[in-house]
């Protein structure tokens, strides 16, 4: 199959070099199916850079989120992997949102926001609840800088109540969450698909 389009999976798991992570499992999956479905993918473990704290699109000196950014720009769809820590998703996470926070004064050549066109997914993994708040919380946050969020754009899995279990540890993927998966790569490589050749109008 031809890959046409280009996917990057930002996994915010706290953990980092080549430590096994549930999110950075489920972010493979979900590029998976985005490879099936044509688009051509590759992960980035935030952890393992030196992302400043601050809401500019470069901080400066020992800063490695604009190599980061240059990633997100250059790809059609953003996977979003987090795991779920009391609740919420990781700081990691939510320092990838704050570093975001910059695009929303960036602009393209004709005035639109500069990441206006891209497809935005969510992956959350945990031992305990809080994936439903913590999907609407991300979709808020990437739709607000211009991402674009498909029909069922999010996947996640839970471990049983007060059965603390790993993701990655699982014998399979349980049935729902691959069905799910694969309606995310699906929807979001045919809306990718769409807004390349259909940009939003410009102001």
Request: aromatic share 4%; with cysteine; charged share 20%.
């Amino acid at each position: 199959m031809t890959h046409d389009l280009s996917a990057l999976a930002l996994v915010c798991s706290l953990k980092s070099g080549s430590e096994p992570s549930s999110s950075e499992v489920m972010a493979q999956q979900v590029l998976d199916a985005l490879r099936d479905e044509g688009v051509a993918g590759e992960t980035v473990r935030v952890a393992d850079h030196h992302v400043l704290p601050g809401t500019a699109a470069d901080m400066g000196p020992g800063d490695e989120w604009p190599q980061i950014r240059r990633r997100i720009h250059d790809a059609d769809v953003l996977v979003f992997a987090t795991p779920t820590w009391v609740g919420h998703p990781s700081s990691i996470a939510q320092r990838v949102l704050e570093r975001l926070d910059a695009e929303l004064s960036e602009t393209d050549d004709e005035g639109r926001p500069s990441l206006y066109g891209k497809v935005a997914v969510v992956a959350v993994v945990g031992n305990e609840d809080g994936a439903h708040k913590i999907v609407a919380d991300v979709f808020q946050a990437l739709n607000d800088m211009g991402l674009t969020i498909p029909a069922n754009g999010c996947t996640y899995w839970n471990s049983e109540a007060m059965n603390p279990r790993d993701y990655k540890d699982l014998d399979g993927t349980p049935d729902a969450v691959a069905a799910t998966i694969a309606a995310v790569g699906r929807n979001a490589a045919h809306l990718a698909r769409v807004l390349s050749t259909q940009q939003y109008p410009a102001g």
